[in-house]
DNA sequence: AATGAATGAGACTTCATTCAT
DNA sequence: TATGAATGAAGTCTCATTCAT
């Protein structure tokens, strides 16, 4: 079987992917909890034998998901970091587009919307700080080029920008959950326009 | 039991509200799926008997706790209407400071950080929506009142307003989860010049 | 249902004796790793909720199932020393009798035979030491009779013989269950006279 | 691989050689059960499917130890009864030191204790009994001749004397599991004497 | 009103075994 | 001959909920 398709997307590891796809989805809509294994399994065309075969725990799954989410996470910044050097503001205007971005990806959302119930786990914990830490450290790089190119204020510290920047990210990812994310674009201007008002302080 | 006790603290449905508590600070820590009714019975000092004899499922407790949510967030906006008729800058600084008193509750915090996995049950979701139209409306008379009084902006709706007030009092309270409540304290003065530059538009 | 019964065997408390019970035979024929718990509730008429609510682990029921035998083996022993004071010779015929009892016995032969392959358990180790070790002591001080009473060799001490008269009986315990407990009967007399031939060194 | 060593030790069914040692040493550990494939596919540094290619079931592999078991079973004796004709007390002294041996090797001891927990497989069933047999035969033909030569005791028949030496061997393999080897040099001697008064009736 | 024993569906996980490569 | 991904039955245990007392 499959022997027709030279380019076969489930081939070469395409099972593992295929679970952290599903599982990402599941609790993208239940969180970690209403996602049983089975879910899962059924969502990936795959048994539960395999499941674990690939994932020793339930847990690592959600390692998996969030680690590939830093490795999406660092791609986005990298790209950002391109344009900070010489425009700190048009990068910031990339980031915002990237925040809105995930912001009307309902399974983004959702599945960030979820993480406050979370097992306890090590690599779990360790996994959602590393994410936070790339993400604040990056924005704090941002803003300080920001403030070295005189478009960005300078009465607050570029790592205390850099936290209500991720505030009101965070603020604007759970009012997308509520709301459904159509109606983000609604907003799309005005979060340009607020986040343009709280780093240049206006 | 406690016949002889006429001011019993636990008295007239105090075991009732010891359960709502129970749950409450249980969830706050775990989320609703990871803490089981065995927990909250412990915690709270009674009998499993007892707990669905007051609640006839456990997502009863939930509701419960939303309701009285809801009872409290009235309290909060009834004192702060009474001061906005004369100075909606005055009520909003009145709310920002609400709001950081509950960013600097652990066990509300976390309570609401946990909110994004909740089970599937009519009286939750109408719960969650009537405390979010609430604040959302509450808010909302309250920037209207600011307009008229030409202390607040008006190149957007006062519902608009609102909403990014609500999505900066989440975001802060999803910072206050990750960071610990510490802290909050440094941030204190930041979000109230932040608030009053965003209703401004300066 | 059941009301005509007074003394009912199955009242107060009866259902996690008959768990213990269930499980010990269960484990005679099959070993703690093959008898399920499922196979254990079967035995005793008892849902697998019920069962845990008893015992919160399998391993518990067998920890159960070996104290309940050092409490007998206490009693057994606690005759036989009223004896042994004046004739220890007598009290160590009681013992051979006891311990031909035992392996005339199908389950507890059967259940002795398994304890060889047990769970990685805190309390399953100790209980099966302080077995032990009851039944060391108690051999050794009716051994340390009979040598103060001139009736017992003293080339050896008590102990050491103590420890022989246990391989006797745990050699005769295995014996049964390879033969089946039938034939034990043949070696009854055989084992009084090598038995009184160890301890005299005849 | 492993092409260029004619004398390879791992070759020509040392595959197979690797996996029966491993289970024997797993298993003398944990038990039967409790010994998973897995675990004796790692111990023998071998794959799941190569276990499978030489072992149709995991069973079998407790077979395989079990008759390689009896072959040296069958060897020790051999050498035993070379003794035996002209002086059966002396070949009896050899038995002696052939238990003695094998009480102090942990893992025989701990692989033995283990055998009252085994699969219902007609092949072990008949593995052990075969064992059992042996040993009881050998013995039987050992006391039959010492009866013959004079130095053993006729008031009992042979077979009846060679199970009791049965008994006394299997009650030393149990003490040794339960002790630890160590110690059992201590009984040596003890041992020698008791097994010359048993046959000699004295 | 209060208790806690009883229930059984369902969750996660293990493991012997198969089979395409 | 060797590999290891894949399978699914079966096992232990959790938990919300019921009900007799």
Same mark, same amino acid.
């Given at each position: 079987?499959?022997?027709?398709?030279?380019?076969?997307?489930?081939?070469?590891?395409?099972?593992?992917?295929?679970?952290?796809?599903?599982?990402?989805?599941?609790?993208?809509?239940?969180?970690?909890?209403?996602?049983?294994?089975?879910?899962?399994?059924?969502?990936?065309?795959?048994?539960?034998?395999?499941?674990?075969?690939?994932?020793?725990?339930?847990?690592?799954?959600?390692?998996?998901?969030?680690?590939?989410?830093?490795?999406?996470?660092?791609?986005?910044?990298?790209?950002?970091?391109?344009?900070?050097?010489? =425009?700190?503001?048009?990068? $910031?205007?990339?980031?915002?587009?990237?925040?809105?971005?995930?912001?009307?990806?309902? =399974? $983004?959302?959702?599945?960030?919307?979820? $993480?406050?119930?979370?097992?306890?786990?090590?690599?779990?914990?360790?996994? $959602?700080?590393?994410?936070?830490?790339?993400?604040?450290? =990056?924005?704090?790089?941002?803003?300080?080029?920001?403030?070295?190119?005189?478009?960005?204020?300078?009465?607050?510290?570029?790592?205390?920008?850099?936290?209500?920047?991720?505030?009101?990210?965070?603020?604007?990812?759970?009012?997308?959950?509520?709301?459904?994310?159509?109606?983000?674009?609604?907003?799309?201007?005005?979060?340009?326009?607020?986040?343009?008002?709280?780093?240049?302080?206006?």
């Amino acid at each position: 079987m499959e022997v027709s398709d030279p380019m076969n997307t489930e081939k070469q590891g395409g099972r593992r992917d295929a679970i952290i796809e599903a599982a990402y989805s599941c609790m993208a809509r239940g969180g970690y909890d209403r996602t049983s294994t089975a879910q899962i399994c059924a969502a990936a065309g795959v048994s539960s034998g395999t499941f674990f075969h690939y994932f020793p725990t339930k847990a690592d799954v959600l390692v998996a998901i969030l680690e590939s989410g830093i490795v999406h996470t660092r791609d986005v910044f990298a790209r950002i970091r391109a344009t900070a050097a010489q =425009d700190a503001q048009g990068a $910031l205007d990339l980031w915002c587009e990237h925040v809105l971005q995930e912001a009307s990806d309902d =399974d $983004l959302a959702g599945f960030d919307s979820v $993480l406050g119930a979370v097992p306890d786990h090590p690599g779990v914990a360790a996994a $959602l700080k590393a994410e936070r830490a790339l993400v604040r450290d =990056d924005l704090t790089e941002l803003v300080a080029l920001g403030q070295a190119q005189a478009t960005m204020r300078t009465d607050l510290t570029a790592a205390r920008i850099a936290i209500w920047l991720g505030i009101l990210a965070d603020g604007l990812l759970g009012h997308a959950v509520q709301e459904g994310s159509t109606g983000i674009d609604e907003l799309r201007s005005e979060f340009v326009d607020i986040v343009g008002q709280l780093v240049r302080g206006t």
